[in-house]
DNA sequence: ATGAAAGCGCTAACAT
DNA sequence: ATGTTAGCGCTTTCAT
């Protein structure tokens, strides 16, 4: 209900016989004027069902909007079934309720490139979550005169930044599987490319991900690898383009239908590495006795599985992002937040077994 | 970066030697002027670093936001841990997502009175989630001259509302019950009021609840299970005002330690019912062989722990409320969507037995 | 303690 | 196809 649109400050100012600045004192100001005359102003406004001055005209005079948008690469409701994710938003509504500011999630469908959204949003800044380097939204988003703080990716000179090291972070898990004694492996990464596509990633094609964080992971990767002799020319890399525990598992079918040989998957997510984990054991591939698999996050669902992962924390990701936005501090800009991983061992990685061991026992 | 406070709307115009409209209708009118001209207008707005027209100025002229805001009564942290929340969110961000609209998650820490946040709120419109009746922030909610969606709680007169019949739904929980013949029982509850309070709930309280949601379960079970002969004076009423899972385990040990000749616990949620499978297992009671532990919602991990439970369509409820608060149509108002519920029977729940065969085996 | 004047930056009739 | 005129509703110096 409540469709009328009725009084305003100024018909208040002059029902009452005072001017539009005591009322708008009577709201922003109380010390400015007389209790009584506030009374009266506010018990007016009652009366004539004023609701208070309108925070859109306010946020036009004061220029500030009290909200902080958020840009994703994806649906949003897509945000609340990623627990990554979920952690970060979790931490960056943390910091906007510390500072008391709104949180407007901004849509931003990847199939269209309609940035009208993001130029309606009335917003005192932008959190960029994880976005590809050629996102027409972030490019609307790097137009408007707010501050910006990008998390994870793209890396951008001149913007704020929160992240990890995820070439470091990826290359501990490298090198435990290269010391466990894994040379055959293959790959599972989520999307490269803003575009769909499903299946082998040639190396080309990695290259040139424009989604920064998957590339910096398989050139680390990459770069581990070599070192140990593994021509990685010839790793299955799959990429999948949706970001669910199914497309890790048809992945992990694809990769070891095509590739048997390889000892180990490690994958560039947990949510993939708990699909690939189903993938295994429709095969009646044991893990990590036949198998080894590997994720990245360390979600819960992961923690449970006790797969071998990375932990990176993102709900601190979440919260630094918040923070660095809406610290009032803007000197020595650009600021960069970069945040601690861990290697998680759980109990999905072990030495792999030869070919004749795995295809006739022990 | 870009914190320069440049060009406008009017400074391009003057540079460009045109009107205002014209330039507006660069932006929002294309098929207004001539192509070459927009051209000319949007390479100049290049050139002087115009982003285009303020978003703020815009709302303020058309009176649109272009955004919905939500209001929970919960921190808004707590949304992104609670799955029924996050089904609730989930759907509708969908519903936002199919308007173009954003969502403004609006700060309403329920332990200050403070209001100023939906005051500030640049929404064009608000969908409350599950607040008592006496919610300050629904209050503020209520005067501003936008539409209101309510979900769950509180039922006010006037206002739209989406959200199921609970006393229907909980009911189908207790005749479940009854017919397996327990007839001592006790019940885990959610906050009943915006103060704090942990422990027995006295039918006062019950009765006086400011949680709509809460005292019509509770309503609904002490009707069903009086009409079996049960004493509802005598039935405990835990409650919690956290919700979680180990709230839930401990308002279930302190049940089960004042009263630990009841058969079955009916938590009115999922998340303190799992809390209660905990304490059981604690006790080394077996569920449901020495005791008999139900649910509602029916979220994931319910369902994973074969919870016996109420599931309702978060989700559903979720989009139904953007639906109803985006749909244009605002005609024979106020209009209700009330959603199916469904009795999950897992294996959580059986036949009591009787206090000695508990105490000596069967 | 209260008021007058001057916009914040934009869009929407209504001309032309 | 482009310009003129009028605000949207508010806050904020600066006076008084």
Redesign the interface.
Known sequence: ??????ATLASLAAELGVSRTTVSNAYNRPDQLSPELRKRVLDTARRLGY??????????RTRK???V?LLLTE???Y???DPAA??F???L??A??DA????????A?PERE?V??V????VDGFVVYSVPDDDPHLAAV???????VVCDQPSID??DRVGIDDAHAIKLMAEHLIELGHRKIGVLCMRLARARNDGPASTQRQENASFHVQRRRLAALAEAFREVGVDWEQVPVIERFDHTVSSGESAASQLLESTPEVTAIICTSDILALGALNAARNRGSRVPEDLTVTGFDGIVDAERAGLTTVRQPVLEKGRAAGRLLLDTG?PG??REVRLETQLVTGSTAAPPRSIEERWFGP
Chains 1, 2 share one sequence.
């Open positions: 209900m409540n469709a009328r649109r009725p609701p208070g001055p309108d925070p859109v005209a306010r946020s036009l909007a009290g909200a948008g649906n949003l409701s945000a609340f079934r979920l952690g938003l979790e931490g509504s943390l906007c309720e008391g500011s709104g949180l407007l999630l901004v849509p469908n309609e009208a959204s130029h309606r949003a009335g790097m137009e408007r005169p707010v501050p910006v001149n913007l803007e800009r650009p």
